[in-house]
Nanobody, 116 residues
């Protein structure tokens, strides 16, 4: 399974970016899809996740600003990021899992830089 991210880049504080992740196989098999991020010198952290038919989950730091969405028909998961802050600067990784975490998959990452 391959996950390929797109949509990263540079944006000024207060701006918006949209990340997309395309899976190489049907997304119906993934019980969970989501986004993690890793800033320099910090551990990778969960940003948002969406199960296959269930409520979304967000890190407290992004609630109200980020929106995750999943389209199983297109094998994609996206992250709309609004009101971006410098502390959102990180490499964002697409994540998917099967069988409740028995198998996990990661994308290569997309750089998001928020600065003036």
């Amino acid at each position: 399974v391959e996950l390929v991210e797109s949509g990263g880049g540079w944006v000024q504080p207060g701006g918006s970016l949209r990340l997309s992740c395309a899976a190489s196989r049907s997304a119906f098999v993934f019980n969970l899809m989501g986004w993690y991020r890793q800033a320099p010198g910090k551990q990778r952290e969960l940003v948002a996740s969406v199960p296959n038919g269930g409520p979304t989950n967000y890190a407290d730091s992004v609630k109200g600003r980020f929106t995750i969405s999943r389209d199983n028909a297109k094998n994609t998961v996206s992250l709309q990021m609004n009101s971006l802050k410098p502390e959102d600067t990180a490499v964002y990784y697409c994540h998917a899992e099967r069988f409740n975490g028995r198998y996990t998959y990661w994308g290569r990452g997309a750089q998001v830089t928020v600065s003036s």
